[in-house]
């Protein structure tokens, strides 16, 4: 019901940002907008909807596809809100008008028979504080991933330079932000819960070498952009292709490779 | 010497073994990994599955196609950590150590992973309450109770294994192993990895009383009726068996006290064994300070660049 109320406030601020990037002029600075309240009240809700879930499993509630997909959704919310509220011009509202379509198609997956959203309390090898920090840290950092995909979108839509120049530095700035946090979360706190629960921090399961292939391809994406003609369209490309690839680790290894994670 | 590491360090190096670690990473997920031979020959055809096995793919992780370019890539990082912190010191220029110390930390981890992957040691030991299992530095293991715990809905929530710790005869050490929550004994590490069930199904047929296990079967009208396995449920345990008569197969799940055509399972005894994982391996500590120093690098990195953006 939460993430329900969440999806409309999100689709209604999707609708507004619409109308006020058609009214606002080329440049203009725009007022008036209550959207990025509307994502801080869909977070707060998706976030409450966790609580509660929490307090019935008596665990945090992120061990099953539908918690990551609700929390996911709620953090690129947070981001999107703060980015919008900060930086009040026509780029910031393209780009959290991009985000926020790519959070309502997470909350779609959510509600879909692909992630059920039974109260299930965890089993055996999924109670750890490690895999709190795992998920929730990976998470945060990809939603910052969130905001360099769109942002590399729109750079490769556009031929303007001033433009192009403009939109590298936002892709650069979330995935230089974002990647630290994906890095703690993905690789290091994950090796660390994998140690304490089966005896190995690395066992090549499908899923580990996915989230490995996502960080390197954004390895590459950082050390690409020392090259300064590899700046823009080149680094914006391998930042599309990380974000497909952070995808397909959350999705696409779930359904399509087996592994020790096939259960989230 | 400059020049050679300056040529090692190359980011040209360093954006090629990357890209070739990923496409190569990206294929062996698409290859089931550690099989046998002929399952590769099965699956992908003569050709594919022979250059499979020939090159190693089937264990990938551990063939020459991945330690090669793991090895070209702890060279490089090596020479280009060792280039911007010597030209850092010889410059005087202001500290911006986060990288460097992602870099370091990914050295020490490359280390610390190989030390592992060799000296790693593990055993699987399955222990029935009261029995125990020896280690090699002469303390013994003894499990004094095992519980496996289930939600209501049948999916466990525990499983608990209370051993005690011996040093010859007397206990040094009581401890609840539990998944998340090994014991460390010395360079010993135990965890709760797995169950299994020994059950013993003791059936009655005309007053003539009979125990198989799973797999076996007893004749049963020109068929035969066979025990397929135990399960535990939060009802309790019951017994799943296979009758076959007239050349079709019924699956029959029955609890103790329950009968089917004129057969009595007069008990269901099951014994559960608690199965731990018995790992030593070196290098541990140097993974834990890589991934320390690893974390310590990121959080400069992270806080260099929000003071960028701010």
């Given at each position: 019901?939460?993430?329900?109320?969440?999806?409309?406030?999100?689709?209604?601020?999707?609708?507004?940002?619409?109308?006020?990037?058609?009214?606002?002029?080329?440049?203009?600075?725009?007022?008036?907008?209550?959207?990025?309240?509307?994502?801080?009240?869909?977070?707060?809700?998706?976030?409450?909807?966790?609580?509660?879930?929490?307090?019935?499993?008596?665990?945090?509630?992120?061990?099953?596809?539908?918690?990551?997909?609700?929390?996911?959704?709620?953090?690129?919310?947070?981001?999107?809100?703060?980015?919008?509220?900060?930086?009040?011009?026509?780029?910031?509202?393209?780009?959290?008008?991009?985000?926020?379509?790519?959070?309502?198609?997470?909350?779609?997956?959510?509600?879909?028979?692909?992630?059920?959203?039974?109260?299930?309390?965890?089993?055996?090898?999924?109670?750890?504080?490690?895999?709190?920090?795992?998920?929730?840290?990976?998470?945060?950092?990809?939603?910052?991933?969130?905001?360099?995909?769109?942002?590399?979108?729109?750079?490769?839509?556009?031929?303007?330079?001033?433009?192009?120049?403009?939109?590298?530095?936002?892709?650069?700035?979330?995935?230089a932000?974002?990647?630290p946090?994906?890095?703690?979360?993905?690789?290091?706190?994950?090796?660390?819960?994998?140690?304490?629960?089966?005896?190995?921090?690395?066992?090549?399961?499908?899923?580990?070498?996915?989230?490995?292939?996502?960080?390197?391809?954004?390895?590459?994406?950082?050390?690409?952009?020392l090259?300064?003609?590899?700046?823009?369209?080149?680094?914006?490309?391998?930042?599309?292709?990380?974000?497909?690839?952070?995808?397909?680790?959350?999705?696409?290894?779930?359904?399509?490779?087996?592994?020790?994670?096939?259960?989230? | 010497?400059?020049?050679?590491?300056?040529?090692?360090?190359?980011?040209?190096?360093?954006?090629?073994?990357?890209?070739?670690?990923?496409?190569?990473?990206?294929?062996?997920?698409?290859?089931?990994?550690?099989?046998?031979?002929?399952?590769?020959?099965?699956?992908?055809?003569?050709?594919?599955?022979?250059?499979?096995?020939?090159?190693?793919?089937?264990?990938?992780?551990?063939?020459?196609?991945?330690?090669?370019?793991?090895?070209?890539?702890?060279?490089?990082?090596?020479?280009?950590t060792?280039?911007r912190l010597?030209g850092r010191l010889?410059r005087k220029a202001p500290l911006r150590i986060g990288p460097d110390l992602i870099h370091l930390?990914?050295?020490?981890?490359?280390?610390?992973?190989?030390?592992?992957?060799?000296?790693?040691?593990?055993?699987?030991?399955?222990?029935?309450?009261?029995?125990?299992?020896?280690?090699?530095?002469?303390?013994?293991?003894?499990?004094?109770?095992?519980?496996?715990?289930?939600?209501?809905?049948?999916?466990?929530?525990?499983?608990?294994?209370?051993?005690?710790?011996?040093?010859?005869?007397?206990?040094?050490?009581?401890?609840?192993?539990?998944?998340?929550?090994?014991?460390?004994?010395?360079?010993?590490?135990?965890?709760?990895?797995?169950?299994?069930?020994?059950?013993?199904?003791?059936?009655?047929?005309?007053?003539?009383?009979?125990?198989?296990?799973?797999?076996?079967?007893?004749?049963?009208?020109?068929?035969?009726?066979?025990?397929?396995?135990?399960?535990?449920?939060?009802?309790?345990?019951?017994?799943?068996?296979?009758?076959?008569?007239?050349?079709?197969?019924?699956?029959?799940?029955?609890?103790?006290?329950?009968?089917?055509?004129?057969?009595?399972?007069?008990?269901?005894?099951?014994?559960?064994?608690?199965?731990?994982?018995?790992?030593?391996?070196?290098?541990?500590?140097?993974?834990?300070?890589?991934?320390?120093?690893?974390?310590f690098g990121l959080f400069l990195s992270f806080y260099q660049k929000l003071g960028d953006?701010?």
């Amino acid at each position: 019901m939460l993430a329900t109320i969440a999806f409309i406030l999100q689709f209604a601020a999707l609708i507004i940002m619409i109308v006020f990037l058609f009214r606002a002029g080329k440049g203009n600075k725009i007022s008036g907008d209550i959207s990025p309240y509307l994502l801080l009240l869909s977070a707060v809700l998706l976030l409450t909807d966790l609580v509660v879930r929490s307090i019935q499993i008596n665990f945090i509630a992120i061990t099953n596809t539908y918690e990551s997909l609700v929390f996911f959704s709620a953090v690129i919310m947070i981001v999107l809100a703060a980015g919008k509220l900060r930086f009040k011009d026509r780029f910031a509202s393209v780009i959290v008008f991009g985000g926020t379509v790519v959070s309502l198609a997470l909350l779609a997956v959510a509600s879909s028979p692909i992630a059920p959203d039974t109260i299930r309390p965890p089993i055996p090898a999924l109670q750890s504080w490690w895999l709190v920090l795992h998920v929730t840290f990976a998470f945060i950092g990809e939603a910052f991933f969130v905001v360099a995909f769109v942002s590399s979108i729109m750079l490769l839509a556009t031929k303007n330079e001033d433009k192009r120049a403009k939109l590298d530095k936002t892709t650069y700035t979330a995935i230089a932000v974002g990647y630290p946090i994906f890095t703690a979360g993905a690789l290091i706190f994950g090796a660390v819960w994998a140690a304490n629960a089966w005896g190995s921090f690395w066992s090549w399961d499908p899923k580990e070498t996915w989230a490995l292939i996502t960080w390197l391809t954004y390895t590459l994406y950082l050390h690409v952009r020392l090259y300064k003609k590899l700046k823009g369209p080149v680094s914006a490309w391998i930042s599309i292709v990380a974000f497909l690839f952070t995808l397909f680790t959350f999705f696409g290894v779930n359904f399509l490779l087996s592994g020790l994670h096939s259960y989230g | 010497m400059n020049r050679i590491i300056r040529f090692l360090s190359s980011l040209k190096i360093a954006i090629t073994v990357i890209v070739l670690i990923v496409i190569l990473a990206i294929l062996a997920t698409l290859v089931p990994q550690g099989r046998e031979p002929s399952f590769y020959l099965d699956q992908f055809g003569s050709r594919l599955g022979s250059a499979i096995v020939a090159v190693q793919f089937n264990n990938f992780w551990r063939s020459a196609l991945f330690i090669v370019p793991l090895a070209v890539f702890f060279i490089n990082l090596l020479a280009c950590t060792l280039r911007r912190l010597t030209g850092r010191l010889r410059r005087k220029a202001p500290l911006r150590i986060g990288p460097d110390l992602i870099h370091l930390s990914l050295l020490l981890l490359i280390i610390a992973g190989g030390i592992t992957l060799f000296t790693r040691q593990e055993t699987m030991v399955f222990l029935a309450e009261g029995s125990s299992f020896g280690l090699p530095d002469g303390k013994t293991i003894r499990l004094k109770n095992f519980d496996f715990e289930m939600y209501d809905d049948g999916r466990p929530k525990d499983w608990i294994s209370r051993v005690e710790v011996l040093n010859g005869k007397s206990v040094v050490k009581s401890f609840d192993i539990e998944v998340n929550k090994p014991l460390r004994v010395g360079t010993y590490r135990i965890f709760q990895s797995s169950y299994k069930n020994d059950a013993v199904a003791v059936l009655e047929r005309e007053g003539e009383q009979v125990m198989i296990r799973p797999g076996e079967a007893i004749p049963f009208e020109g068929g035969f009726f066979g025990f397929l396995e135990s399960r535990s449920g939060p009802e309790g345990n019951t017994a799943v068996f296979i009758q076959e008569k007239d050349g079709k197969r019924t699956q029959i799940s029955l609890a103790s006290g329950e009968d089917f055509s004129g057969i009595l399972l007069s008990d269901l005894l099951i014994h559960s064994e608690s199965g731990l994982q018995v790992v030593t391996q070196k290098g541990v500590l140097i993974i834990y300070l890589s991934l320390g120093l690893l974390c310590f690098g990121l959080f400069l990195s992270f806080y260099q660049k929000l003071g960028d953006i701010n």
